[in-house]
């Protein structure tokens, strides 16, 4: 695809319903973030999945919240129980392999969920 | 644990003044330094990049960014601003190994005024 999809775009949900935020990375991204934005926040990082590694889950709030990613490419974010405090945008981004000689790729955003718990 | 600061939550400025917006950083070893730009309902875009070599790095529409290591610091300039260049930026760094997620300051508005 030209560049990373999220869906849905926009999610309202009663307060302690769960959620499955869905990305689709750039076709030959192996490494996908999930990162959230909020009033007062900013950008934080939640979890990152590079290839078939471990995924890295220190970002994550709560054990309400937990990410697949299936066959390397989709992933989908859930939250469970959520919470008035879960209210923001939800971004996933991608990047290419990591090769540790040059340390980073960068990383394409995707347009994000917003999600409303009321 | 690292952080970005963002000096200024809100810059407004007329067109054609200069731009400086401040970004510092909290991380003692090597690092990976960004900018990315949001404009109003767009996605996050990648403005510029600072890995290594000059520490005088130009992004895209006329954008550039000094890192000056003894002072953590990574601030964005642009000698003369437009309408269109209304929009949240944000700084962001990484350590300076493979595989780590971005590490946001809180962002800055800048609002131009024509």
């Known amino acids: 695809g030209a560049g990373v999809s999220q869906s849905p775009s926009n999610k309202v949900t009663e307060k302690g319903k769960d959620v499955e935020l869905r990305c689709d990375p750039i076709?030959?991204?192996?490494?996908l973030y999930w990162y959230r934005q909020s009033l007062g926040q900013g950008l934080e990082f939640l979890i990152y999945f590079q290839g078939n590694s471990a995924p890295d889950k220190s970002g994550l709030p709560s054990d309400r919240f937990s990410a697949e990613r299936t066959g390397g490419s989709v992933s989908t974010l859930t939250i469970q129980r959520t919470q008035q405090e879960d209210s923001a945008v939800y971004l996933c981004a991608s990047s290419r392999y990591i090769d540790p000689l040059i340390g980073y790729n960068e990383q394409f955003f995707g347009p994000g969920t917003r999600l409303t718990v009321l | 644990a690292q952080s970005v600061s963002q000096h200024n939550h809100h810059v407004i400025l007329s067109e054609a003044a200069s731009l400086e917006l401040g970004c510092n950083y909290s991380?003692?070893?090597?690092?990976?330094l960004f900018w990315y730009v949001q404009y109003p309902g767009q996605h996050l875009q990648l403005l510029l990049k600072?890995?290594?070599?000059?520490?005088l790095v130009k992004g895209i529409k006329g954008f550039e960014a000094e890192f000056i290591k003894s002072k953590f610091s990574f601030n964005l300039r642009k000698p003369s601003v437009q309408w269109s260049d209304t929009a949240e930026y944000f700084c962001?760094?990484?350590?300076?190994?493979?595989?780590?997620?971005?590490?946001f300051g809180k962002g800055t508005t800048l609002s131009v005024s024509s």
């Open positions: 991380y003692g070893g090597t690092v990976n």
């Open positions: 962001a760094v990484t350590p300076g190994q493979a595989g780590t997620a971005l590490i």
């Open positions: 600072y890995f290594s070599g000059d520490p």
């Open positions: 076709s030959g991204h192996t490494a």
